[in-house]
């Protein structure tokens, strides 16, 4: 449980197809699907894209990682990202399409 005035911790888990839908959920226009994820995925977005996206990540070796952020104290999903660019020999890599989802969630640091 967080303390009084202390924001909520969030722990990383990997997003997995049962993730999707909820993901869909966070994207209301082409222009915010094109801020978060770049010419990635078209609008609408939907399962095909994401599932294919997520067949490419299960490859050997993954040159990205697709992770949702719950928060600890309750369990509800409340991001999206990706580590991507993965390179194990210079030991590199970055981070991309990082979404807070639920709209009431965003501005809040």
Known sequence: MALP?????????????????????WIPSPEFLLQWAGPLYSYPLDRGQLERHLEHAAGTPSTHILFKALTTDTGQVV???EIAGIDRANRSAYLARVLVGP???????
């Open 103 to 109: 709209a009431d969630q965003r501005g809040k640091g």
């Open 5 to 25: 005035g202390s924001r909520p911790r969030i722990e990383l888990h990997p997003f997995r197809k049962a993730d999707i839908d909820l993901l869909i959920s």
């Open 79 to 81: 991001g999206h990202g």
